[in-house]
């Protein structure tokens, strides 16, 4: 049986952590391209040894040469330089724009039709730069940021309801980073709203904690950034694309109009599908959030033009 073809550039620890949990879920076969070296390519063979006790079918491959990469169904670039402690993500603007030019220049000859996931930092001037280069349909190119903070934000909410994340229905919208936009006000448990459930100052904690949730692990780790929760959720990025159930994920999408914002690619509440975004969301928004979103795009808009 041949399955789906999931390509993704940069095999560090969110690249190859992405592709240990598709190959548990058993849903695509998977490539990864490092520019080091025997990284992709050892990796790899290591998550091909795990068959004998996990038992899936599909197959990973590593290498340096895009050539393994032609006609993915789905490319996710994850090559990038992670932040540092006390490094910001705007920190990494530059760097990381040269390596996502050159991987566009590698992997869209060889995958025109593909769906573009881009999850390197800092996100949102990374995919909006990105659009600008590909001339990639807005539908196939798009960014993982959302479907991470509204899981933090669910794992916040758990923590201090003591609730199952099965429970609880939340969104995290607007740029991945400090300017994201929790919506508390729109998130319930059990199908009770959150403000109902909880004070203010519990509400400012979770929503702190979700907002912080990035930079505290940079801290805790000195060497790195969070990997788990990245990989898992670009994961299920690839799951819902390949399989949709029609629900609503956070990712940064192009809008046109939507949220009063035109020719941008921000953190919105999609459906996806097989053809990419699928749907863009229109939330009733408050003027506030509505102000908050215009700001980040605003900001997205001046780092870009820096580049
Ligand atoms: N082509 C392919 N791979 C590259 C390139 C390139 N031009 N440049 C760097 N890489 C690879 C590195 O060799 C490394 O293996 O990208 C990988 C990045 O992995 P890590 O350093 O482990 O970083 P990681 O924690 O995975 O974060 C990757 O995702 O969340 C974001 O901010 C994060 O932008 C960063 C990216």
């Given at each position: 049986m041949?399955?789906?073809?999931?390509?993704?550039?940069?095999?560090?620890?969110?690249?190859a952590?992405?592709?240990?949990?598709?190959?548990?879920?058993?849903?695509?076969?998977?490539?990864?391209i490092?520019?080091?070296?025997?990284?992709?390519?050892?990796k790899?063979l290591?998550m091909?040894?795990m068959?004998?006790?996990?038992?899936?079918?599909?197959?990973?491959?590593?290498?340096?040469?895009?050539?393994l990469?032609?006609?993915?169904?789905?490319?996710?670039v994850?090559?990038?330089?992670?932040?540092?402690p006390?490094?910001?993500r705007?920190?990494l603007?530059?760097?990381?724009?040269?390596?996502?030019?050159?991987?566009?220049?590698?992997?869209?000859?060889?995958?025109p039709e593909?769906?573009y996931?881009?999850?390197?930092?800092?996100?949102?001037?990374?995919v909006?730069?990105a659009?600008?280069?590909a001339?990639?349909?807005?539908?196939?190119?798009?960014?993982?940021?959302?479907?991470?903070d509204?899981?933090?934000?669910?794992?916040?909410?758990?923590?201090?309801?003591?609730?199952?994340?099965s429970?609880?229905?939340?969104?995290?919208i607007?740029?991945h980073g400090?300017a994201m936009?929790?919506l508390?006000?729109?998130?319930?448990?059990?199908?009770?709203?959150?403000t109902e459930?909880?004070?203010?100052?519990?509400i400012?904690?979770?929503?702190?904690d979700?907002?912080?949730?990035g930079?505290?692990i940079?801290?805790?780790?000195?060497?790195?950034?969070a990997?788990?929760?990245p990989?898992s959720s670009?994961?299920?990025?690839?799951?819902?694309?390949?399989?949709?159930?029609g629900?609503?994920?956070?990712?940064?999408?192009?809008?046109?109009?939507?949220?009063?914002l035109?020719?941008i690619?921000?953190?919105?509440?999609?459906?996806?599908?097989?053809?990419?975004v699928?749907?863009i969301?229109e939330?009733?928004?408050s003027?506030?959030?509505?102000?908050s979103?215009?700001?980040?795009a605003?900001s997205?808009?001046?780092?870009?033009?820096?580049?």
């Amino acid at each position: 049986m041949s399955l789906p073809k999931v390509s993704i550039i940069g095999a560090g620890n969110v690249g190859a952590t992405a592709a240990h949990i598709l190959l548990n879920h058993d849903l695509a076969d998977i490539v990864m391209i490092d520019v080091v070296a025997g990284v992709a390519e050892g990796k790899a063979l290591d998550m091909m040894h795990m068959r004998g006790n996990e038992g899936f079918h599909a197959k990973v491959s590593g290498s340096t040469d895009y050539a393994l990469t032609e006609n993915s169904d789905i490319v996710v670039v994850t090559a990038g330089v992670p932040r540092r402690p006390g490094m910001t993500r705007e920190d990494l603007l530059n760097v990381n724009a040269n390596i996502v030019k050159s991987v566009l220049d590698e992997a869209l000859p060889r995958s025109p039709e593909a769906i573009y996931i881009f999850v390197t930092n800092p996100l949102d001037v990374m995919v909006n730069y990105a659009f600008s280069l590909a001339g990639v349909p807005k539908e196939r190119l798009f960014g993982m940021g959302g479907v991470l903070d509204t899981a933090r934000f669910v794992h916040a909410v758990c923590e201090r309801l003591d609730c199952q994340p099965s429970e609880v229905d939340a969104l995290v919208i607007g740029a991945h980073g400090e300017a994201m936009l929790p919506l508390p006000r729109l998130a319930t448990v059990n199908g009770t709203t959150l403000t109902e459930l909880m004070g203010a100052e519990n509400i400012d904690a979770v929503v702190a904690d979700t907002i912080n949730g990035g930079a505290a692990i940079v801290e805790l780790l000195q060497t790195g950034s969070a990997f788990y929760a990245p990989g898992s959720s670009i994961a299920s990025m690839v799951a819902e694309l390949l399989f949709p159930t029609g629900k609503t994920v956070s990712v940064s999408a192009r809008l046109s109009g939507e949220y009063g914002l035109y020719d941008i690619h921000l953190g919105v509440p999609v459906r996806l599908g097989k053809g990419g975004v699928e749907e863009i969301i229109e939330l009733d928004l408050s003027d506030q959030e509505l102000a908050s979103l215009a700001a980040a795009a605003d900001s997205i808009k001046a780092q870009l033009s820096e580049l």
